[in-house]
């Protein structure tokens, strides 16, 4: 096909077609490539002129490519290491840095992002056809669901805080009224962006939008930190010190000795309102939702980063639809599961939280939390290796093509889960060491045994599936009774009567394809056997994941109402090893909520 005419080659030199024409689809790197060579060929009819130069595809891809990249990474770690220096810094009392320093330079970063992102959606608007690629695997439907959900959460919870922190005004900064008005701005504006351009492979301005989208995920992470930090220490349990008479670093919430870094200043500022205790407890409830909120944008974010250049094929996408139909036992196993768990964990919170529950009712409580999770990792694991066999019995292809959102999702996956490994292998540590004495001890390091198993085959189980090609129904070959047809078929029938090898094509009529009121009628044929335990697996483990995020996410802290790790490793250790592991751990189970989603929907 020749460059020049975009007909069959009529370009000779010599007797020969010239260099682009001799050049093969694949080699052509599309447009990009196309531009390339057309910069340096001079057009005359259908000639080419002699003594082309036309430069290797890869030197085109790879110009400018690494500086972009290593511009955007300066960028991104140093947003990161400022944001942690200011986030724990503002976590303890002693430091001189407060939340009001940190919420500052958050409204910096997230007006410029924000600025950003403008510029952006303005530029593309206007720029005809500035985004020729997109990818078809970023962004699938269900993640920016999910994102638009907790992005709805998340400005409810910022609406919470804005009514709580207006009646600290007269006492307090303004800075603390500032902020969730910027936040609450901040996230409509991404969740638009990310919706309209989650897919997008920018190929004009590559530099200035690798920058801008690493100032995006950075902006997101210390967003991510600060909160994780504070619902953190919101839920921490410290342990009182009986020669200690000043409760100046803990005080008793809900039953529990929390540690709490003064949101509104000192002690002596009072709320003018007397909503402000109520509007707090609300929107403690709504951070978990906007910690994967802020997760989610990350990973969009930088998929779209690894897209800057990316030059994607047309036919890799799926035409990939979710059913429910003949899948019955996964789900509904899967909600009674939900079901007892989001009993037990109500009953668990509010024996805890009760001030006037007696440690035999606390002990219960702690033990009815623990045989739960046992029951619920148990059934998951057995259902993850019945996953796994009928994979040995599978016979679908890897997927071979390079993928910057499968790619990203098996990394999140295995560095998300190390939260809970670390956690598991801390407990299993001690409670070996100690012998574990006591009917708690045994449960608690059963329920560490049994969630290194867990966590185990279920990566197994996720990776396998993303990286195993989607099941293609073959779609029934129907043709329409036509009176044309038919007729032929008559005129034909001599030709019929000569050959007795070939067979006629069966005519259908039309009631057997179209319904009542003209539509064609679904022939889909049901599931095999191994497609529908694929997909019973995958919803059971959906909705065990879910339960599992819901307990830890909102409040479940067994490891600090379950002392025997506190007091072999000591407060200050344990503490950091559980707050630093325990929101990967959360992250991980809404993380394996999508990646299960998408086996599902393949399987």
């Not at 329409?480 to 034909?492: A, F, I, R, T």
């Not at 600090?560 to 990967?584: C, R, S």
Request: glycine share 6%; net charge negative; hydrophobic share 45%.
């Amino acid at each position: 096909m020749c460059l020049n005419t975009g007909f069959p080659c009529n370009c000779l030199i010599d007797g020969k077609p010239c260099e682009p024409c001799r050049m093969t689809d694949k080699d052509l790197e599309k447009e990009e490539a196309h531009l390339s060579i057309s910069a340096n060929m001079s057009r005359s009819g259908s000639t080419c002129e002699p003594n082309l130069h036309i430069p290797p595809i890869g030197d085109v891809r790879e110009r400018g490519r690494n500086w972009g990249w290593m511009l955007s990474g300066i960028i991104s770690v140093n947003i990161l290491i400022l944001g942690c220096a200011l986030v724990s810094g503002s976590a303890y009392s002693n430091v001189k840095i407060s939340s009001t320093d940190l919420q500052v330079f958050l409204i910096i970063i997230i007006i410029l992002t924000c600025i950003w992102m403008g510029y952006y959606v303005i530029y593309t608007a206007r720029k005809e056809d500035a985004i020729a690629y997109k990818d078809a695997h970023a962004g699938p439907v269900w993640l920016r669901g999910g994102l638009v959900l907790f992005g709805l959460l998340s400005i409810i919870m910022d609406i919470f805080k804005i009514s709580s922190y207006v009646g600290y005004l007269h006492c307090d900064s303004a800075v603390k009224v500032v902020f969730p008005v910027v936040q609450l701005i901040f996230v409509i504006i991404q969740t638009y962006f990310l919706w309209i351009h989650a897919k997008d492979c920018v190929q004009l301005k590559r530099n200035i939008t690798r920058c801008g989208l690493m100032l995006t995920l950075s902006t997101n992470l210390v967003v991510w930190m600060t909160a994780v930090t504070e619902e953190s220490l919101h839920q921490t349990t410290i342990p009182e010190d009986p020669s200690s008479n000043t409760t100046s670093t803990a005080h008793k919430i809900s039953g529990r000795s929390v540690y709490v870094r003064a949101s509104y200043g000192d002690d002596e500022c009072k709320c003018s309102h007397t909503s402000c205790s109520m509007f707090q407890e609300a929107y403690y409830y709504l951070y978990p939702f906007n910690i994967e909120y802020s997760l989610f944008a990350s990973a969009m974010a930088y998929v779209m980063w690894k897209n800057v250049g990316r030059l994607t094929e047309e036919h890799a996408h799926h035409n990939i639809k979710f059913r429910l139909k003949d899948v019955i036992v996964g789900p509904v196993a899967g909600v009674l599961l939900v079901i007892a768990g989001l009993a037990t964990f109500i009953v668990y919170e509010m024996d805890m939280g009760d001030d006037h529950s007696d440690d035999d009712k606390k002990d219960n409580a702690v033990m009815m939390h623990f045989v739960t999770n046992i029951v619920i990792l148990t059934l998951m694991s057995a259902a993850t290796v019945a996953g796994c066999v009928i994979y040995k019995l599978d016979h679908r292809e890897h997927v071979s093509e390079k993928n910057p959102t499968r790619s990203l999702d098996v990394g999140l996956l295995v560095g998300a889960s190390l939260g809970q490994f670390i956690i598991s292998y801390f407990t299993i540590v001690a409670m070996a060491e100690t012998g574990a004495k006591g009917y708690l001890n045994g449960l608690n390091l059963a329920w560490a045994l049994l969630m290194v198993i867990q966590l185990g085959l279920q990566n197994f189980f996720i990776i396998e599936g993303l990286h195993r090609e989607p099941f293609h129904e073959v779609q029934p070959i129907a043709v329409l009774s036509n009176p044309y047809v038919m007729q032929l078929g008559k005129d034909m029938s001599i030709y019929e009567e000569s050959e007795k090898d070939i067979k006629p094509m069966p005519i259908f009529p039309a009631h057997s394809l179209y319904g009542l009121h003209g539509h064609r009628e679904e022939h889909r044929p049901r599931l095999s056997w191994k497609r529908r335990v694929l997909k019973e697996v995958c919803a059971f483990l959906l909705l065990g994941n879910i339960i599992l995020w819901i307990m830890p996410a909102f409040g479940a802290r067994p490891q600090f109402d379950h002392d025997a790790e506190t007091e072999f490793y000591k407060f200050n250790m344990w503490a950091a090893v559980v707050n630093i592991g325990l929101p990967f751990a959360i992250f991980y189970r809404m993380h394996s909520v999508a990646s299960l989603f998408e086996v599902y929907t393949t399987s």
